[in-house]
């Protein structure tokens, strides 16, 4: 099946830990998407990249890093630069800009 | 810039009834609006998506509409059911490579 895989559904991070969260697509997307939710503030774009080796800041892109080295992988760094990564990272992907958006499942990233 | 506002923030209906929720959008220049749906700590599922060109969209029990001269899209649930219970959001690509900007959306509740 088509679709957008999100992993881990769960993660752990220690403070001053790097992790990364995994997404990946099967279905020929171009466009690939990074957003955070948070209880009351909706959804804020991390990082996006419309094409393979190539993306761009989002709203807040501080504090997070992204490669996009192949079409079908768009993975995010949560650096310990972040001060407050505890939050629900969903990975979106679109076969073009402004075509209908998909979603993953979401990683629940807590910091302990 | 581009807001996007969804009333209520909360539903509560009985099962069986017709419903509307309402998003509205300050800037009319939008290619198109996407409607989702949220189930409690899951991604978002892709419900309905209206092109800036259309009027309604339609998908078994929901039927969305637009009208960009007023800045409106409303999603109809007929029949409502209990499994209809989730957070519906709508969102609007956005300047910066199709960025999406999420209203903060509408918690419906269906009760048996």
């Known amino acids: 099946d088509g679709g957008i895989t999100q992993s881990p559904k769960y993660l752990f991070r220690k403070e001053g830990q790097n992790v990364t969260l995994s997404c990946e697509q099967n279905l020929n997307h ?39 080295e192949k079409k079908e992988s768009f993975p995010l760094t949560v650096t310990s630069a972040q001060k407050n990564p505890t939050a629900f990272y969903l990975c979106a992907s679109s076969y073009t800009m402004n075509t209908e958006a998909f979603f993953g499942q979401g990683t629940r990233l807590t910091v302990v | ?65 637009l009208d960009k001269s007023s800045g409106r899209s409303t999603l109809y649930i007929a029949a409502s059911q209990p499994g209809d219970s989730a957070t519906y959001l709508c969102a609007v690509p956005y300047n910066q490579g199709g960025k999406l900007i999420f209203g903060q959306g509408t918690e419906l509740s269906v009760k048996p």
Do not use: H
């Open chain 1, 30 to 68: 171009d466009a690939m998407y990074w957003y955070r939710q948070d209880p009351g503030q909706g959804l804020r774009l991390i990082y996006y990249s419309q094409i393979v080796n190539d993306f761009q800041k989002g709203d807040i892109a501080e504090g997070y890093s992204v490669s996009r």
């Open chain 2, 1 to 65: 810039k581009q807001e996007v506002t969804q009333i209520p923030a909360a539903l509560s209906v009985p099962e069986g009834e017709n419903l509307v929720l309402n998003c509205s959008f300050t800037d009319s220049a939008i290619y198109n609006l996407q409607w989702f749906r949220q189930d409690p700590g899951k991604g978002l599922t892709s419900l309905l998506l209206i092109q800036s060109s259309q009027r309604e969209q339609t998908s078994g029990r929901l039927n969305a509409s």
